[in-house]
């Protein structure tokens, strides 16, 4: 089901942008306290409301892409977005994208706060630069952490459902295995086939469980 390897692509995103978030939003700089309440909305927001409320945004006929657009003069006429498969299958790991990254964001900024400033002094005293801090200081105390959030969004791009089925339907362009799952036991009526699929997914979920639970029991060193 290539659509699900492009949801786990987005993983990868989501890690990237929640990696950098986490970085900027652990400076000292004015405004931080309302950029941190800013990040974090998206996850707060109900996920069928993020679904419904990104189907409006690209709605084809009055949606507000469309009309941001249309008024810029980088669109001619208006486009239906959800209608073709490629902008839907992209926008459907946006939506994924916009909804995991804050609290995978949450995660990695408390890692980071949890890092003994001393470190830091100390590499700054021996000549350390930006660069040097970050590879040889933060990230390896922060992998740990960073391996659980990995994992998490692992779990996430196999139970995703409510947001990509209020925003797409059952499209086939934009269907995960959840939702797979979910139309041929309910839709189709192929319970056995279904079954097959529920027992595949807690499978892989359980593995990525175990996964979670040796991560968090090994936990950064300082």
């Known amino acids: ?22 970085l900027v939003l652990n400076e000292t700089f004015k405004g931080r306290a309302i950029l941190r309440t800013l990040v974090i909305l998206p996850w707060a927001i109900p996920p069928v409301v993020n679904g419904f409320m990104w189907k409006w945004i690209l709605d084809g006929q009055f949606g507000a892409l469309n009309g941001i657009l249309y008024q810029l003069g980088i ?47 100390a590499a700054k005293v021996d000549g350390a630069g930006a660069l040097m801090r970050f590879l040889y200081i933060t990230f390896p105390l922060i992998k740990p952490i960073f391996w659980i959030g990995l994992i998490l969004v692992g779990i996430f791009s196999f139970t995703v459902f409510d947001e990509i089925y209020a925003l797409t339907g059952l499209d086939s362009s934009t269907k995960t295995l959840m939702m797979y799952a979910y139309e041929t036991i309910f839709e189709k009526g192929r319970f056995g086939l279904g079954s097959a699929l529920a027992y595949f997914i807690a499978i892989i979920l359980f593995l990525l469980t175990s996964l979670y639970v040796r991560s968090i029991r090994r936990g950064p060193e300082y």
């Open 1 to 22: 089901m290539q659509h699900f390897w492009d949801i786990d692509k987005a993983g990868v995103a989501v890690m990237g942008l929640a990696l950098t978030f986490a």
């Open 75 to 121: 669109i001619a006429e208006y486009q239906s977005w959800l209608k073709d498969p490629f902008t839907a299958l992209n926008f459907a790991s946006l939506t994924f994208i916009w909804r995991f990254t804050p609290f995978v964001t949450l995660i990695l900024l408390g890692a980071l706060q949890s890092i003994p400033g001393e470190l830091y002094e």
